[in-house]
């Protein structure tokens, strides 16, 4: 089984991805398909981590197995509570389902969810890989302290803008709508055959000739 | 045996005795087996994390920085983290370095700077703040200048020697002239070069040129914090490991997690007692045990190892051990371009640096001072990039993405953060890992001096990114230490006196004459520049210093080395 949703959640996170990162003249998460990364991450350990040369996804065993089992039913039970609390919202206040409503509705429950949200220590600490309160340094989130809000958002990103392998960023759409020139496949860059150095500076600093007094420009 | 509480497995043979047993097979521990099997010792590696060869490495943002596919998980190695004794400890993922072989050296882009002269005598220089433990080293810039030279060359490190008018002095050139030129680079040397600062290409563990039978270092966007699938970057994995298996005295162990040193009757080490793949209970003996694991790792493995002669951990009689540590912070300046940069090329660390603001100057008003760099906005890929005032969702996120992911870069600063006594590594009382050992818990307050020399050089790194063009610039001030450099040291600093010390200069336990600690813990002061440089330098100044002992005592006719 290579997900976790049924119908109804499906179409739910679907249409709220589709506010995180909307359509406009450009692709949004909808067409980049990241509503297949997450059910699919959710589906259980089978889409952890792809092989480093594209050819599949890695076996986890023992140890590593037995967190990422433990960190997938977390995340699962935030999913399943945080769902419900937008049905509960969406039909208190709009008396319709959250997929039924205007996206202007949409966006109105999302920002009262986000407002709602109590951020977790690592959103305050600037650690989040998302939103952090500082440039995301040096340090990546722990992701099952997010609550449901920041940790969909954080998703969307994720299946927006991750390698093709995982099931978002269809088509590169997430690599296209902000000009990164990657790989064309994991095994462009495993090879070795994925260079950047036609982004470097075109015209080089001659060091043998600045040695003394500092580089001129 | 005194003191090991562990059963150990009766079914399997227990491992002939080594010369040598190092913990820990990252910078440090890789660059001593190196030089004491080069040096005809039979060494033992005993490493806690797997050998990952190049081939299991890859260019996946996702999996390296957001699903800990290097860094420990924190679910099975946590760590707990508090900003002094009166506060609960939180679960955080506190100064992550992978725990596998090559260690720290897998995951960097290995920024490579030499400390100077004037960062072994800081206390003497510039007094003791009120509040720290500012101490001078027990050694100077000339013990340690020749072992620069010895690991820069072994790398192939990539710079240009003398271009940084405020380096001390050095016998060598770099093997490799500077890497090829970034866009941020080029636009921090035309700010610095506006503002009348000094700047240069910051040395790095990557080859420019082929070099000792390596191709020149491919320039993936996928570089900081991702192993390098092409074998062509500099570390302890791709150098020293190799370097160490040619002599065919390295016994590398993979997945052995040491859990205690055990102790003889004289309070000498006799044994490590470590937890094999299978999850049986091994004892390796050996003449000389060495500490590789990083200072908080290496704190606790001396904390966990109690004994009648040593109730408070092994070689901690001085309650010393875990004191004093230090994490350097990283932040920045960010800066936004009309121009593209792309700072994603070469994976957003090949940099350009300036010591402008290293040396201590009384005038700034704080102590000491730092290392600056130009890079890319934290991991400036397309998941992680950020900018500090994007949102968390919506339209505007998605124009932020659009309009700025290719026109910014960060001017950062590695802070140099005081010792401080209270600023420590402990055993916590409450979290345990998958092993079911008490993890590390750090106790972490900011000092004033930190954050005065944080404000003052975040703001200069903001003028030089306005002299370099920046239409809009933001300023992140450090306001606390969070181990988002994955530097660790001082917590065994060295010294000449037992009472403030825990090591002596040739970073041997004072308690216990056959141990060591050869990571970032020695260091009495973290300076303000990136470590493992030095600390591979040192591991190997210490290395050099127990082969020539060693191998004197077993043949006679050899010269003893003098303290």
């Known amino acids: 089984m290579e997900t976790f949703f049924d119908a109804h959640q499906r179409a739910t996170i679907e249409a709220a991805m589709a506010r995180i990162i909307p359509t406009d003249d450009q692709p949004g998460a909808k067409e980049a398909g990241t509503i297949e990364f997450l059910d699919r991450y ?176 | 045996m005194i003191g090991c509480r562990k059963r150990i497995t009766a079914h399997k043979r227990k491992p002939e005795r080594a010369d040598i047993v190092i913990i820990g097979a990252g910078a440090s521990g890789a660059t001593a087996a190196k030089v004491l099997t080069e040096q005809g010792l039979r060494v033992v590696s005993l490493e806690r994390g797997p050998w990952c060869k190049r081939e299991t490495f890859g260019g996946d943002e996702l999996a390296n920085v957001n699903r800990y596919n290097l860094w420990p998980d924190p679910i099975l190695n946590p760590r707990t983290y508090r900003e002094s004794a009166s506060k609960d400890p939180k679960i955080e993922l506190f100064c992550p370095v992978p725990q596998m072989v090559g260690g720290g050296t897998v995951h960097w882009q290995g920024w490579l700077p030499r400390f100077t002269e004037n960062d072994f005598r800081l206390r003497t220089n510039a007094g003791q703040p009120s509040g720290t433990t500012l101490v001078d080293w027990p050694i100077s810039y000339r013990d340690l200048e020749p072992y620069y030279t010895k690991v820069e060359w072994a790398f192939g490190v990539s710079g240009a020697g003398g271009v940084n008018k405020y380096e001390s002095s050095r016998s060598r050139d770099y093997p490799c002239p500077p890497l090829p030129t970034t866009r941020y680079g080029r636009k921090f040397y035309e700010g610095c070069r506006k503002l009348g600062y000094n700047s240069f290409p910051t040395p790095m563990a990557a080859l420019s040129r082929p070099y000792n039978g390596r191709p020149v270092t491919v320039q993936s966007a996928f570089a900081q914090q991702h192993g390098d699938p092409t074998g062509t970057r500099s570390s302890a994995l791709s150098v020293f490991v ?8 390295f016994d590398l162990r993979p997945d052995c997690y040491v859990h205690e040193i055990t102790v003889d009757q004289r309070g000498r080490c006799k044994s490590a007692v470590y937890q094999d793949a299978d999850g049986d209970f091994i004892e390796q003996e050996g003449d000389i045990f060495l500490l590789a694991c990083g200072a908080i790792e290496s704190a606790r493995l001396l904390l966990l190892s109690r004994s009648s002669q040593f109730p408070r951990g092994l070689a901690n009689g ?34 350009a640096s300036s010591f402008e603001f290293y040396e201590h100057d009384e005038k700034r008003g704080f102590v000491s001072g730092c290392h600056i760099a130009a890079a890319g906005v934290g991991i400036p890929l397309p998941i992680n990039w950020s900018l500090p005032d994007r949102p968390m969702w919506g339209a505007q996120v998605k124009q932020i993405d659009r309009d700025y992911f290719n026109h910014t870069f960060a001017i950062g600063m590695v802070l140099h953060d005081m010792p401080q006594h209270d600023n420590r590594v402990e055993l916590d009382d409450k979290v345990t890992d998958a092993w079911g050992l008490p993890v590390a818990r750090i106790t972490n307050k900011i000092h004033e001096n930190d954050l005065k020399m944080g404000r003052w050089v975040i703001d200069r790194n903001a003028e030089i990114l306005e002299a370099a063009g920046a239409k809009k610039i933001y300023r992140v001030y450090p306001d606390r230490i969070s181990g988002n450099c994955s530097h660790q040291h001082g917590t065994t600093r060295m010294g000449d006196d037992p009472k403030s010390s825990v090591l002596n200069k040739w970073c041997q336990a004072h308690e216990v004459d056959n141990l060591f600690v050869i990571d970032g813990g020695p260091f009495p002061t973290g300076t303000g520049a990136n470590p493992t440089l030095t600390i591979m330098a040192n591991a190997w100044r210490v290395a050099d210093y127990i ?14 080395t003098q303290f």
């Open chain 2, 242 to 249: 190799p370097d160490a298996l040619k002599t065919g005295g």
């Open chain 2, 547 to 560: 082969g020539a002992r060693y191998n004197s005592e077993r043949k006679p006719s050899y010269q003893r």
């Open chain 1, 42 to 217: 959710l589906s259980g350990i089978d889409f952890i981590y792809a092989k480093p040369d594209g050819s599949g996804f890695e076996k986890l065993e023992t140890r590593r197995a037995e967190a990422w089992r433990r960190r997938i039913e977390i995340l699962r039970a935030k999913y399943v509570e945080g769902i419900k609390e937008i049905d509960q919202r969406s039909s208190s206040r709009f008396g319709a389902a959250f997929i039924s409503l205007t996206a202007e509705q949409q966006d109105r429950l999302l920002t009262e969810m986000e407002r709602a949200t109590a951020p977790g220590p690592a959103v305050l600490e600037g650690q989040a890989g998302f939103t952090p309160a500082e440039p995301a340094l040096q340090q990546t989130s722990t992701e099952i302290d997010l609550d449901f809000f920041p940790l969909l958002t954080l998703h969307t990103r994720q299946g927006f803008y991750s390698d093709p392998i995982y099931g978002g960023n269809q088509d590169r759409t997430g690599w296209k709508l902000i000009g990164f020139e990657g790989p064309e496949s994991l095994a462009e860059t495993h090879a070795g055959r994925f260079t950047t150095l036609p982004f470097f500076a075109k015209e080089q600093v001659d060091w043998m000739q600045e040695k003394n007094h500092g580089p001129q420009t």
């Open chain 2, 318 to 351: 001085s309650d010393l051990v875990g004191r004093n540590a230090t994490f350097h912070e990283y932040s920045a300046a960010v800066g936004v371009f009309d121009d593209p940069i792309y700072a994603w090329a070469g994976g957003g660390y090949v940099a």
